[in-house]
């Protein structure tokens, strides 16, 4: 069975970094692209990032542009979501998902960020 | 930026109903639009793909259209296990946006 499990979330004070990680596992992950989604407290799915699967394409969205970066070590079946720059509404659940093309399939349960001080 | 406006915000019917959400694009851009499921404290599920697909395993009972730039998610025979928040989602073109999201309750 295809899985994913998000790790790294915590509390971390406004202009910290965090690293998150996601660790895949029932499926061959290098060959299925890869995306960051989020929900803050009280608020929809936002969509943060996407990788290909030999990062030749990145994206991300305007809310963590220049901030974020994504990446994936498909040796270790993981992704990656490093987090600068941090801000309050940056709290949010982290969601690693699986990309079958561009379609989200498979979603972890997700690991929690606090931005606070 | 594609945008996605989703309506309505919340819903309440009752079990049996037939309830329906649209979301409209900023533009035409084809039939790539997914419909998700997020249950209270679970992943999120997805259950349409390309506008009108049945995702793996996904109840009949779901269904999705397009036309032209309006898509529209619709849930027959409405069962208590229903209840969640609904989003349609873009991916022609990054930022892969979601729609706000339709909150279902039953009565």
């Known amino acids: 069975e295809a899985q994913l499990v998000e790790s790294g979330g915590d509390l971390v004070q406004p202009g910290g970094s965090l690293r998150l990680s996601c660790e895949a596992s029932g499926f061959t992950f290098k060959m299925y692209a890869m995306h960051w989604v989020r929900q803050a407290p009280g608020k929809g799915l936002e969509w943060l990032s996407y990788i290909s699967t030999t990062t030749t394409n990145i994206y991300y969205g305007d809310a963590v542009k220049g901030r974020f970066t994504v990446s994936r070590d498909n040796a270790k079946d993981s992704l990656y979501l490093q987090m600068d720059r941090l801000r309050a509404e940056d709290t949010a659940v982290y969601y690693c998902v699986r990309g079958w093309g561009i379609t989200m399939d498979i979603w972890g349960r997700g690991t929690m960020v606090t931005v606070s001080s | 930026d594609i945008r996605m406006t989703q309506s309505p915000s919340s819903l309440s019917a009752s079990v049996g109903d037939r309830v329906t959400i649209t979301c409209q694009a900023s533009q035409d851009f084809g039939s790539y639009v997914n419909w998700y499921q997020h249950k209270a404290g679970k992943a999120p599920k997805l259950l349409i793909y390309?506008?009108?697909n049945l995702g793996t395993g996904v109840s009949s009972r779901f269904s999705g259209r397009r036309s032209r730039t309006d898509f529209t998610f619709s849930i027959t025979n409405l069962q208590p296990e229903d209840v969640a928040t609904y989003y349609c989602?873009?991916?022609?073109?990054?930022?892969?946006?979601f729609g706000q999201g339709t909150k279902l309750e039953i009565k």
């Open positions: 390309d506008a009108s």
């Open positions: 989602q873009q991916y022609d073109d990054p930022p892969y946006v």
